[in-house]
């Protein structure tokens, strides 16, 4: 059927580029698709190894490429907080779940519920989580959400005990397609106590930490999740 | 204060009095059945209603309570709340349903609650925060609602392998050498740390199979072809000694358990013969009416 | 020609072509990037339903023009024995390898704990692995097992879906040392070591299944042996 089919589908902007830009983008292309996880830039980097000297330019102009190519395709290019990777584009999910019939398990409310307090509070000790659903946390609630790689141990809070203090992980972000824990979904605002309870000045502060008032509308995201090699965010390209 | 002697106080029999449960009636509480009521028991009709819904924990069950209602969390009205939570409380008691202890807290807390707001307060403290005894209880039910809403929202977003997925190319022989193949004792301590998780959730079982079965299990399904027959007598494997049949027996038997193949004959007395069920809709539907 | 336009890559054969033939691609495209192993031809027909009446020939036409899309990239559509997938071009091996430099020299815990339950549940979907492990399995461990051969599919669960079951191999005998599966410990020895977690003490040994005469009457299956399941003989009679 392909008679007179060029072998290669280069677009005609790139029938003078150099053969290295060629190369890099096909030396991505084979490492993105064999991670299947997101790929940080710097691995990125070193699968160009021994073509020459790769920068940031290059390598987002080789991306940029790479998401081009694939445009109109079923499977498309995105960038989350690991880096890079290869998916299906949502408009087949429903193809791919008709294949795949084995769906995944339903998160319970009690991991949902734990993993949002986490999330938008992060570093949170097992207390504090528990201080805020009312109810115990399960053991087995903690060890899934580590287990899925979703939530880690940060440290511990100087208190006696040293509890564990959780956060959220890349592979969170990841699995959501995030780039960061600030494209999370806002919490809902508080509603001002002040609105009934007025005049006679109420505290709001909120009755475990005394110095952040006012913690129920302001989410603490400007955690540090390991963003530091995410450093070139490169601007939202237009394709 | 006592607990107990809280709940046992509760609910107030002059609020509603009307028993729902006549004994004949089946209801299900967190999906079990429950045949019948204890016949002395009070039970509000609108604590009914509640059972259907599973709760997370006391601060969900009040904002059910609240929320059913169209109420204003800033101005929950402890007394009705506190009655229908208390009813709540002592169905599932009555029931003999497990119930955590911080329903139990939560109970005393509300009780305590309602008391204070029946104390004269200091005119001047009317809006003070430490003289509205809800104040803190307010606070907590909108935090929690705040992570509720926000649970679901989070539930709600895309998530690989359930909404999106990954689009992969499998490698082969790539150069140098492989990563180890497991030692026996990781493969272990992987399995150990399965059925620890498996036992803590418990509704998992695990019998203690023995692993010849599996083996043949998955040996007999990979000889076994959709389309041809094959004799059940040269599954056997007499070779194997009177051990070998038994397990190529048992394996044929699981096999046929899970629904993994089907079983036909000729005629009657003729020798019985298995193949994989399933036949590919596309190449042949092979069977006869 | 195709030299104006940039968004999509038809090749100048595909111009005439009818919107089925394009669907059918990319739905293909969709399930077989998505997948974790081969992709039979039975369940690529599956996943164009709704894509109007797809016969052999169609399929085959839409498989030839998704090889062909992938000349000259990075990846291939390859055929093998249970079907197609997608690989990466061999020549792009070390690039793979070279993106990895810390491949792990262990293998993951979710790995090990996913080839431990198939070894001992075999034949076993993924949903059952993941029932037990409490846990979602990623299509990535799926194909790293099928890749080392220590995990094959050997049949698909008449259930909706037909999920592919998965059972060890004789090179994961081989390469554990072992001559038969049932050389693994059973599986209440493990338990044991589940509740002494970390008493290193234990014995692993495999047990001596020589002397167990009664293997076979004393087999604890989950299941009534009796005639009772054999009942529903199908009146097979022409085969």
Chains 1, 3 share one sequence.
């Not at chain 2, 106080?9 to 009636?25: H, K, L, R």
Request: net charge negative.
């Amino acid at each position: 059927m392909s008679e007179s089919t060029p072998v290669d589908y280069h677009t005609p902007a790139e029938r003078g580029d150099d053969e290295q830009m060629r190369a890099v983008e096909l030396a991505l292309e084979a490492v993105l698709f064999a991670a299947a996880e997101p790929v940080a830039v710097r691995e990125l980097k070193a699968a160009c190894e021994g073509l020459g000297e790769i920068d940031q330019a290059l390598l987002e102009q080789a991306l940029g490429r790479l998401q081009e190519r694939y445009q109109g395709r079923a499977i498309e290019l995105v960038r989350s907080a690991g880096g890079y990777r290869f998916r299906v584009r949502s408009r087949f999910s429903a193809t791919v779940q008709a294949a795949q019939p084995e769906r995944p398990a339903r998160l319970s409310r009690a991991l949902l519920e734990t993993l949002a307090i986490i999330a938008y509070r992060q570093p949170v000790t097992r207390a504090e989580i528990e201080a805020v659903r009312g109810v115990a946390v399960s053991s087995g609630i903690m060890r899934t959400l580590q287990e899925r790689e979703w939530v880690r141990v940060v440290g511990h809070k100087e208190v006696p005990g040293r509890p564990a203090l959780y956060a959220t992980t890349r592979r969170f972000l990841d699995d959501l397609g995030l780039k960061r824990l600030e494209e999370l979904p806002p919490l809902e605002q508080i509603r001002d106590l002040a609105d009934v309870a007025s005049d006679a000045g109420l505290s709001l502060a909120p009755p475990d930490t005394e110095e952040d008032a006012g913690t129920g509308t302001n989410q603490r995201l400007d955690f540090d999740t390991g963003d530091a090699d995410l450093e070139p965010v490169p601007p939202t390209r237009s394709l | 204060m006592d607990t107990r002697d809280e709940l046992n106080a509760a609910p107030d029999p002059s609020a509603t009095a009307e028993t729902g449960a006549d004994g004949e009636v089946l209801y299900r509480v967190h999906g079990e059945p429950v045949a019948e009521l204890p016949a002395d028991l009070y039970i509000p009709p609108d604590a009914l209603e509640v059972f259907l819904d599973s709760f997370e924990g006391p601060l969900d069950l009040l904002l059910y309570l609240i929320r059913r209602q169209n109420l204003d969390i800033l101005a929950i009205p402890i007394a009705e709340i506190t009655r229908q939570y208390m009813a709540y409380i002592e169905v599932m008691r009555a029931l003999r349903l497990e119930l955590a202890g911080e329903y139990l807290v939560m109970a005393a807390l509300l009780a305590e609650i309602k008391s204070r707001m029946l104390l004269p307060r200091p005119k001047e403290a009317d809006a003070d925060e430490d003289a509205d005894p809800r104040m803190a209880l307010i606070r907590q039910l909108q935090e929690y609602e705040q992570f509720k809403t926000a649970a679901e929202r989070l539930d709600a977003l895309p998530r690989m392998d359930r909404d999106v997925f990954a689009a992969g190319a499998s490698v082969e022989a790539l150069e140098g050498p492989p990563p180890p193949a497991p030692t026996l004792d990781e493969l272990m301590e992987a399995l150990a740390a399965v059925m620890h998780r498996a036992s803590l959730m418990a509704h998992h079982h695990v019998s203690t199979e023995q692993l010849s079965v599996r083996e043949r299990m998955s040996s007999i399904l990979d000889s076994l072809h959709p389309e041809r027959f094959t004799d059940f007598v040269a599954l056997l494997m007499t070779a194997e000694g009177r051990q070998g049949v038994v397990v190529s027996f048992l394996a044929v038997l699981e096999l046929t358990k899970a629904g993994l193949i089907e079983w036909g004959q000729s005629e009657p007395y003729s020798p019985i013969r298995l193949r994989r069920r399933g036949t590919p809709v596309d190449d042949e539907e092979g069977g006869p009416v």
